[in-house]
């Protein structure tokens, strides 16, 4: 395997006079800047900008993006981000003009298939979750988590118990967007332990729940793949105590048409989009994280929400509405790509689709149990978690192994998370890859735990294939340069 060669920057390629365009002469009077701009807004000396022809502007971009790692590119076995693969279809409706070109000012009349599209996806989200109501407005799962933490609290506060209820319960293993969305409703977060089989202490939250919960946040698989085996005494301690369920949706593409967080008991659903429903994921959106609510808690939510009458399609506020929580109706392409994968799979494609991640996590786990700590031995949902206990007593860390199966073209799994296991390697591999990869993975991972024991210090030095090798982690989290200044 040959490393990548590195791309020049683009002020290394500049040469003098060496130009892309040249435009011709002015055929008009010029004009001196000094009467088209104030002259303290001048600049006092010529910008340093390259000097470089088109062709090499051109392979400077495309190598820089030849660099990225994605779903496009090779494996992404991000645990808990669902790093599927975006059909291509999906792009292609959200670039249909009837969508890509409308703008949210215009009249309901004149935007009526793009509301449609709208209605229909919630009813879709709606029905998937198996509740009453949904609402398109939030822009990402944290967004999500946010929003029904702030319908939580009004509906808390309209029974005259906010003052009261100021406890959420987050359970040990939960993504750590749970307390930071809850610290920001301005709950107090108390840890729920884990029992030894990865679900919920069932004991230590009967103990927990008062007249002082407001509720419980999980996700259910967890973040360590496994299902809760007491979701529904979970639900029931939880309701009794007056509190409501939070289900963050993180890890939906393990259950979709077999079972619905409605029907576990929860009162609010967050689906991440660009997670579940296969639209672009990372480098920092768009995303969305649309919420679908139990009845009691419909009346609270965003507006406006698209109603329908006859054959008409409305803006229309509930009730006791929270208001906005986002600009306009959301991030419609994003919806548009997730419309388009749910009606191209259907209700059995989308049960197709949770039953191939969890039999593709199943399969990597039990290849690869025997060549690191399995912490929790019992069958996987979605994603699993390993432990580099063992490769740590020899010198290696989880982040070492991490670092080396860059080597091999792959993307890591999520490591260090969840908190509760040591040396955490989280894996899900969705539903979306071939045996043939799933096995290169496992033969890749094979042979860092043999080097981990036999030569640890190869995987101490890596990666060795990669454009830029083993960063200072530490020394650029303190000291970050977000910008190239050339040297002269």
């Given amino acids: 395997m040959q490393a990548n060669k590195p791309v020049p920057l683009i002020f290394e390629l500049s040469s003098p006079e060496r130009r892309g365009y ?5 055929d008009v009077p010029e004009t001196p800047l000094e009467d088209l701009i104030p002259k303290e807004h001048l600049r006092r000396e010529a910008p340093k900008l390259p000097e470089v022809s088109e062709i090499e502007v051109v392979r400077h971009y495309t190598g820089l993006s030849r660099l990225n790692h994605g779903v496009d590119v090779g494996f992404y076995p991000l645990g808990s981000c669902t790093m599927k693969y975006n059909p291509k279809v999906n792009e292609d409706c959200a670039r249909l003009p009837g969508f890509s070109l409308i703008h949210p000012y215009q009249p309901e009349e004149t935007v009526q298939g793009a509301m449609k599209l709208m209605y229909k996806l919630q009813n879709y989200l709606t029905e998937i979750a ?10 990402a799962g944290a967004h999500g988590e946010l929003t029904g933490l702030m319908l939580m609290r009004a509906y808390h506060r309209d029974r005259g118990e906010d003052e009261q209820r100021k406890e959420m319960l987050i359970p040990d293993s939960a993504h750590g ?20 089989r990865g679900g919920v202490d069932v004991e230590a939250l009967r103990k927990m729940v008062g007249p002082q919960t407001a ?7 967890n973040t360590l793949g496994l299902f809760d085996e007491n979701i529904c005494e979970v639900a029931k301690i939880v309701h009794d105590a007056g509190g409501l369920l939070y289900y963050d949706g993180a890890n939906g593409n393990a259950i979709m048409g077999y079972v619905r967080p409605g029907d576990m008991g929860f009162d609010i659903v967050h689906f991440n989009l660009h997670k579940t ?7 920092g959106g768009p995303g969305s994280g649309p919420i679908a609510v139990s009845k009691r808690l419909q009346e609270y939510l965003p507006g406006p929400i698209v109603a329908k009458n006859d054959d008409e399609f409305f803006w229309q506020y509930p009730a006791k509405s929270i208001g906005r929580v986002r600009s306009f109706y959301g991030n419609f392409g994003v919806l548009v790509r997730a419309y388009a994968y749910i009606r191209s799979h259907g209700a059995q494609g989308l049960m197709d689709v949770s039953e191939t991640a969890v039999l593709h996590a199943n399969y990597l786990m039990r290849k690869l149990q025997d060549d690191f700590d399995l912490p929790y031995d019992r069958h996987c949902m979605h994603e699993f978690v390993l432990s580099g206990k063992r490769q740590k007593a020899n010198g290696v860390r989880t982040l070492d192994m991490a670092k080396r199966l860059l080597d091999y073209g792959m993307h ?8 509760i296991v040591d040396e955490a390697l989280m894996v899900e591999p969705t539903e979306t890859e071939t045996l043939a990869t799933l096995d290169a993975f496992v033969a890749a991972m094979k042979q860092i735990a043999k080097e981990a024991a036999e030569e640890p210090e190869t995987l101490q030095q890596a990666p060795y294939l990669t454009p830029v090798r083993r960063l200072d982690d530490a020394l650029a989290a303190r000291k970050l340069v977000l910008r190239w200044t050339p040297s002269s």
């Fill in 22 to 26: 040249r435009y011709p002469e002015l």
């Fill in 130 to 139: 198996g509740l009453t109501s949904t609402t398109l407005q939030p822009a």
């Fill in 177 to 196: 967007t749970n307390p930071a969305s809850a610290m920001m409703v301005n709950y107090k977060v108390r840890e729920v332990p884990s029992d030894a």
């Fill in 215 to 221: 509720g419980i946040m999980l996700t259910n698989p």
């Fill in 277 to 283: 429903f296969s639209t672009p994921h990372g480098g």
């Fill in 412 to 419: 890591s799994p999520t490591v260090y998370f969840p908190l």
